[in-house]
């Protein structure tokens, strides 16, 4: 497997602290770039991007070469894993993604059946193409993240058919069929490892888990559904490829982090906006490096209110390891000089 063996970002994953942190952001590549937008009009839809390798290896290189992060995240989507299952999965815009929902043991069981029949032919492949491509492409410090959705997070939207502001759907199901639920988590748990490791055997220096509703979770539901799979996903990952880096983001777990922590082996934890700093630091990074957490608004806010966001998170966080990212993704509004603001306060701090 190809590494960029002097990225700080694998430092700091290994538990070393750096003086400059290393800096990428969580959907770096996307609308909010000229260059982005003017390679999304040469595809008919999304997914298409995503899953031409010659553009999602230029999508993904573009914010690398526009503000010299120190990681490049794989252009893709966490759901290319219903559709590499068979589910109908169409991006539609200013609708935000669209699924024929899975309500149903025979819709789970066909799912089941249509990935065992067509896995040599499946939807990952241009996607490995593309984490082949990109790590060729890169310099040997910067480097190269894949990922998938955790196993609840994809199914909340393999359920409810879209994305939903409470999950109710997903949750429903679990709590009136858990026996049903488990299985599709199951049959993610499977595939979604299975693809980390096509993403770490093709190049990708690390993986990163995300979680996006597994604060929709509360109690004994967050320990079955969020932290009991994830872990059961870095456990497969790691007997294939036993030095894998493994970023985990389970978005809104607050104090259930700790739970979390407990159970399932990451090498960093990613935090959000939300979470209470003074918590983070004395019960989070002292047990793993962790990576964040500036409000994506902050960035869009830009100014003298960004500066102080920026400084905030260094006081937090700068004397152990960590790296610098935002507490989810970047606004598509976000304006470029308001990145460039951001890179230059962070780098200064060193």
């Known amino acids: 497997m190809p590494v960029a063996s002097s990225s700080s970002l694998l430092k700091i994953l290994s538990g070393e602290k750096m003086a400059v942190p290393p800096i990428w952001l969580m959907r770096q590549a996307g609308r909010y770039l000229p260059e982005y937008r003017a390679i999304r009009e040469k595809v008919t839809d999304f ?11 230029e999508v993904t290189l573009q914010p690398v070469r526009r ?3 120190d990681a490049a995240i ?17 991006f539609t815009a200013g609708e935000g993604p669209q699924l024929t929902p899975i309500m149903d043991a ?4 066909g799912m089941r059946q249509r990935w065992e029949d067509g896995r040599d032919t499946t939807v990952f492949a241009p996607v490995i193409e593309t984490v082949r491509r990109v790590r ?17 997070t994809v199914a909340t939207y393999m359920v409810a058919g879209q994305g939903t502001t409470d999950q109710a ?20 748990v499977e595939v979604s490892s299975g693809y980390l490791v096509e993403q770490l055997r ?3 220096d690390a993986v990163q888990i995300f979680d996006t509703w597994a604060g929709t979770l509360g109690g004994e539901q967050f320990d079955r559904w969020c932290i009991e799979p994830t872990a059961r996903m870095v456990a497969a990952v790691r007997r294939e490829v036993p030095d894998a880096k493994i970023i985990g983001f389970p978005r809104g777990a607050g104090t259930s982090l700790l739970r979390y922590l407990g159970r399932v082996p990451v090498d960093a934890i990613g935090l959000d906006w939300m979470i209470d700093r003074d918590f983070a630091r004395a019960q989070i990074q ?23 966001a920026v400084d905030d998170v260094f006081d937090a966080f700068a004397a152990g390891p960590f790296i610098f990212n935002l507490g989810h993704g970047i606004l598509p509004e976000t304006p470029i000089a308001h990145v460039e603001q951001m890179l230059a306060r962070v780098r200064r701090h060193g």
Not at 81 to 90: C, D, E, S
Not at 286 to 308: I, M, Y
């Open 169 to 188: 759907p997903a949750r429903l199901l679990a709590y009136r069929e858990p026996e049903l639920f488990a299985a599709l988590i199951d049959m993610l």
């Open 106 to 109: 025979a819709g789970i069981v």
């Open 286 to 308: 002292s047990r793993r490096p962790v990576q964040g957490n500036l409000d994506p608004l902050a960035l869009l806010a830009g100014g003298a209110a960004l500066d102080r």
């Open 136 to 152: 060729a492409a890169l310099a040997p410090e910067v480097a190269l993240l894949g990922f998938c959705g955790a196993p609840w």
């Open 202 to 204: 093709a190049g990708a």
């Open 67 to 69: 503000f010299g992060f």
């Open 74 to 90: 794989l252009f893709s989507d966490i759901l290319v894993v219903p559709q590499a299952l068979g589910q109908a999965v169409r």
């Open 47 to 57: 997914l298409e991007l995503c899953f031409t390798p010659e553009l999602a290896t």
